[in-house]
């Protein structure tokens, strides 16, 4: 593939199917033939040939310094692992465990262990020892590769409860060297017939999800659910894969390479030659250095990562005393974010003199300082896990930052709807990714089909994958509408929906989506399920806390009376009023609480990706979930 790209695809419009009047289904064809053979084994060879010396990744040096791979040197190293691999008696269709940070050896190890014909098998590395157990148990790993000896270690006595693990290795110890020394007498040859037999028709991962309700599930994911994924993926989103200047696309992954979202861009990366930085820790200052040195053209984001941004620019300007200032440059980015987004869709003329007179001031003062802490460079942002909000993305879009917000499941291989460059609606998860079909049903459920929509889950006492979606439509248990154009908006999840004691219906998803965009607020949970009304649980931001506590002189107040502070009530009390503008009065929030700490995943209170864990949260606080219903 050309790393330069002249001109967008022509975009296809969507074919919308209704009923009674009611967009019930739309889809989008494909921008590319469907893979018919090979795999996604074969992606560093033919870089490999295709360009040999065009850097492909990019690795941190102990001095914080950055070294680009190239091609040719990527594809030898994954050669050498793969080998090793094959020495060691791994055979094709065994599966191979990788419980690691976000590092090199990750993509390393996942492109060696397709090449040697295996499965991969992502384990967050915060994973419990339980859970950690159950997917090395379930998956029938023969091998686990981790990243440093503590988290091999944190496997300790349930090793002997795992009897198909028979290899263990950890990249800080400098095994993925010694598997490359071992293969040496392997030769090339073996590796070419293993690839050679894969197609996109083979398993390629297991990757178990988070369990909101139970245990962890391994959805099949084959190469050809991936392909169908990138390949589309990169042509549609053309101005992130393919440079249109002479400054080469870049990205620095930070999210969880054990969760889909990461995996697949980690994926789409390689396919397209655009070179992949790796950020192992999410630290606040780790992060920032990373992307200084670094400075990707484009990130893959949660909304968190990017209201945290926001927030750290609002904060730091009410600190200069210019508090005033960043909001009025805020709304006129909002302004203007919104007056592009008409322009694109013929419903206004774009932004006018005076706004881009405006915008102009502003952007030395705060739109450069929000980009330079993303690395200076970034001009695009995919962003999914949870709707990011029309604030947030009309914000980012007058900034200088376009965002594509995406839609998906690790059943569906991360995105099945995203943001059209061409068009994009915010507040909206976008239209269909092409070749993928989204229904409504009639209760409101989101149905997906599509190339990118996995085989089945994992069941080994099954004798291997269970199809999950025998009619070819996978239901996702989310709730959402479309619009007359086809644009897809998720309301809730079917499960999570509440239902108060008066019998109204209520998404919790909005108004916590709302509430955590918040500068105090880390996380909020939305109860009132056979209540007499709505109510909240609200966990602090402990860097906004901070913050407010020094602008506010509350430094010596104790942590414990602080949850009882007038003022900080007061200003929460302002942001629950502001999110009960979103609903009707019966769904609106009467009281909320504010918890004396967070939630956690070591708690089994959130999921490997953050997902609130409802009943857990409702056991653990019962008391306060109690006290805001008593008369």
Request: hydrophobic share 40%; glycine share 10%.
């Amino acid at each position: 593939m050309s790393s330069l790209y002249a001109s967008p695809p022509p975009p296809a419009e969507p074919e919308i199917k209704r009923l009674d009047g009611v967009v019930r289904e739309v889809s989008l064809p494909p921008l590319v033939a469907p893979v018919t053979h090979g795999s996604l084994a074969d992606i560093p060879f033919d870089n490999a040939t295709a360009a040999p010396g065009d850097p492909v990744l990019s690795r941190k040096d102990q001095d914080g310094r950055w070294h680009d791979v190239s091609a040719a040197e990527f594809a030898a190293e994954v050669l050498a692992v793969a080998k090793g691999l094959i020495a060691e008696g791994l055979m094709p269709g065994d599966r191979i465990a990788i419980m690691s940070r976000t590092t090199y050896e990750w993509t390393l190890l996942d492109f060696a262990a397709w090449a040697a014909g295996l499965v991969t098998v992502p384990v967050y590395p915060t994973s419990s020892v339980f859970q950690t157990r159950w997917i090395l148990q379930d998956s029938g790993a023969v091998a686990l590769a981790a990243e440093s000896v503590a988290q091999a270690a944190t496997l300790g006595p349930e090793r002997d409860r795992i009897p198909d693990l028979r290899h263990m290795w950890v990249f800080e110890k400098g095994h993925l060297e010694r598997l490359a020394e071992l293969g040496r007498e392997i030769p090339d040859q073996e590796v070419a017939v293993r690839r050679g037999v894969l197609g996109p028709d083979t398993l390629a991962t297991l990757i178990y999800t988070s369990g909101t309700t139970g245990r962890p599930k391994g959805c099949a994911l084959t190469h050809g659910n991936f392909f169908a994924e990138i390949d589309n993926a990169i042509e549609l989103l053309y101005p992130i894969f393919k440079a249109r200047t002479s400054e080469a696309a870049s990205t620095l992954l930070f999210l969880p390479l054990s969760h889909v979202f990461g995996r697949m861009v980690a994926i789409a990366c390689l396919r397209a030659r655009v070179k992949l930085g790796h950020a192992p820790s999410l630290r606040t200052d780790d992060l920032l250095a990373d992307l200084a040195g670094f400075r990707p053209t484009f990130l893959l984001a949660i909304p968190y990562v990017l209201e945290k941004v926001f927030n750290t620019g609002r904060a730091t300007a009410e600190k200069l005393g210019r508090a005033s200032s960043f909001d009025r440059a805020a709304g006129i980015a909002r302004r203007y974010g919104e007056a592009l987004e008409a322009r694109q869709h013929g419903t206004g003329p774009g932004p006018g003199r005076s706004l881009r007179a405006a915008r102009a001031l502003y952007d030395p003062l705060v739109y450069r300082r929000i980009r330079n802490a993303l690395g200076g460079r970034v001009r695009y942002a995919i962003c999914g896990g949870s709707p990011l909000g029309r604030r947030m993305a009309a914000f980012y879009a007058g900034a200088g930052i376009e965002i594509y917000e995406g839609y998906g499941l690790t059943e569906t291989t991360a995105a099945a709807t995203v943001t059209p460059p061409a068009k994009p609606r915010l507040g909206t998860v976008g239209l269909p990714l092409p070749g993928t079909r989204v229904r409504v049903a009639a209760d409101g459920e989101v149905l997906l089909s599509g190339g990118q929509v996995f085989r089945g889950y994992w069941d080994p006492h099954a004798g291997g994958v269970v199809d999950a979606a025998p009619d070819g439509w996978f239901a996702t248990g989310d709730l959402g509408e479309l619009d007359d154009d086809g644009y897809l908006t998720i309301t809730g999840r079917k499960k999570e929906i509440l239902i108060t004691a008066g019998g109204k219906n209520v998404a919790p998803a909005p108004l916590e989506d709302w509430l955590r965009a918040h500068p105090l607020i880390a996380q909020c949970m939305v109860l009132g399920d056979r209540r007499p009304y709505i109510t909240a649980l609200i966990t602090l931001d402990p860097e906004g806390i901070t913050h407010w506590r020094q602008m506010n002189g509350k430094h010596g107040v104790p942590p414990q009376l602080l949850l009882d502070d007038p003022d900080l009530h007061a200003v929460l009390q302002r942001a629950v009023d502001e999110a009960n503008k979103l609903v009707s009065r019966p769904e609106s929030i009467r009281r909320y609480a504010i918890l004396p700490g967070a939630f956690t995943e070591e708690a089994g209170q959130l999921t490997p990706s953050m997902k609130l864990r409802r009943e857990v949260i409702l056991r653990d606080f019962s008391r306060q979930v109690e006290a805001m219903y008593e008369r």
